[in-house]
Nanobody, 122 residues
Framework: QLQFVESGGGLVQPGGSLRLSCTAS????????IGWFRQAPGKERDGFLC????????IYDDSVKERFTISRDNAKNTVFLQMNNLTPADTAVYYC???????????????WGRGTPVTVSS
């Protein structure tokens, strides 16, 4: 089955850090731009950060600037999301998906996984 497998989520206190991984299963991700999306309780899934095939990055949500870092390791078929200084507003299920180019919208994105939940709470 062609999909991403997300991992690394969990419960963390405000101000803490997590590193999420997104590993491609059944395909190689070097031909794709990879976006990170999140869905908070009661809200729609929304893109916030994306990395192009050449490593260029697009930020869609200013709230993650200077706190979240996206990177990719094509040799490991994995994209990473380093999240620092987490706040309760970051509580969501985090997903990654692929497309030929970056976009914020979920429509047309491929290879959705089950996501990994992140809860920021004291």
């Amino acid at each position: 089955q062609l999909q991403f497998v997300e991992s690394g989520g969990g419960l963390v206190q405000p101000g803490g850090s997590l590193r999420l991984s997104c590993t491609a299963s059944g395909f190689t991700l070097d031909a794709y731009a990879i976006g990170w999306f999140r869905q908070a309780p009661g809200k729609e899934r929304d893109g916030f950060l994306c990395i192009y095939q050449n490593g260029d990055i697009t930020i869609y949500d200013d709230s993650v600037k200077e706190r979240f870092t996206i990177s990719r390791d094509n040799a490991k078929n994995t994209v990473f999301l380093q999240m620092n200084n987490l706040t309760p507003a970051d509580t969501a299920v985090y997903y990654c998906a692929a497309r030929a180019s970056c976009q914020r919208s979920i429509y047309g994105m491929q290879y959705w996984g089950r996501g990994t939940p992140v809860t920021v709470s004291s």
